[in-house]
């Protein structure tokens, strides 16, 4: 997104999205289904830590420790991309990957485009998260739905739909506008999907808080008693 000579190529801003929503939605499935991303649950986002709570199967003396590190990740990660690409990284218009909504958009309009999203991906990550079924293929959900919030989102309200996405950036550039909004919106779209996949799946829980879908060494996750009556 920033300039070199790959984005010297790659004009159109919908096109650069395209290609970076594609290239974050595969490392996110990859990165979920990876070793470490098994044993921890790879959320990577403070909103998944806080529905898989809410859901019933994370511990609640675990969230605040997971959004720490995750917030702690995404610092460290645009430091790190500044140390490595130099000036093309820290400065405009990359400015550390920060993000910013498109030209006329009130902080209320962005809170509700970003609470929808991540409530969106929260109530299908729960709900395939009830089946064993369902389960194994939550990595590439999440990939495609991360990934296309990147490209139809980019121009918009910047697609962040995960707090820590703009926590590191925002606080690495100084541009702090907005930033309450991307690190409460989500949260609250999270916990509003909670409560309605509640409602309206009839109390069925879900399986696991890993988004792999399987148990840490891969095996399957073992179906529930209500399994056969889910469509």
């Not at 009130?106 to 809170?111: D, H, N």
Request: hydrophobic share 50%.
């Amino acid at each position: 997104m920033g300039p070199s000579s790959i984005s010297d190529r790659v004009p159109r801003i919908h096109l650069q999205l395209l290609i970076v929503g594609v290239a974050v939605g595969l490392l996110i499935a990859a990165l979920i289904l990876s070793p470490p991303g098994r044993m921890t649950g790879g959320h990577m986002n403070p909103a998944i830590s806080f529905a898989t709570w809410r859901f019933g199967v994370f511990p609640g003396v675990a969230v605040v420790p997971y959004i720490v590190a995750q917030l702690i990740g995404s610092t460290l990660g645009v430091l790190l991309a500044g140390a490595v690409w130099g000036p093309p990284a820290r400065q405009p218009p990359t400015s550390y990957a920060v993000l910013q909504p498109g030209a006329g958009w009130t902080a209320i309009e962005l809170f509700f485009a970003e609470a929808a999203s991540m409530g969106l991906i929260v109530y299908l990550v729960g709900y395939f998260l009830q089946s064993s079924r369902l389960a194994p293929l939550v990595p590439w959900l999440v990939g495609v739905l991360i990934g296309g919030a990147i490209v139809v989102l980019g121009t918009t309200t910047g697609g962040s739909v995960n707090p820590a996405r703009q926590f590191g950036p925002a606080m690495a550039s100084g541009k702090l506008s907005f930033l309450w909004v991307y690190l409460l919106a989500p949260m609250v779209g999270a916990l509003v999907a909670a409560f309605v996949l509640d409602r309206v799946g009839k109390h069925r829980a879900a399986l696991t808080y890993r988004p792999c879908g399987t148990q840490e060494s891969g095996a399957p996750l073992p179906a529930p008693p209500q399994e056969d009556t889910l469509p």
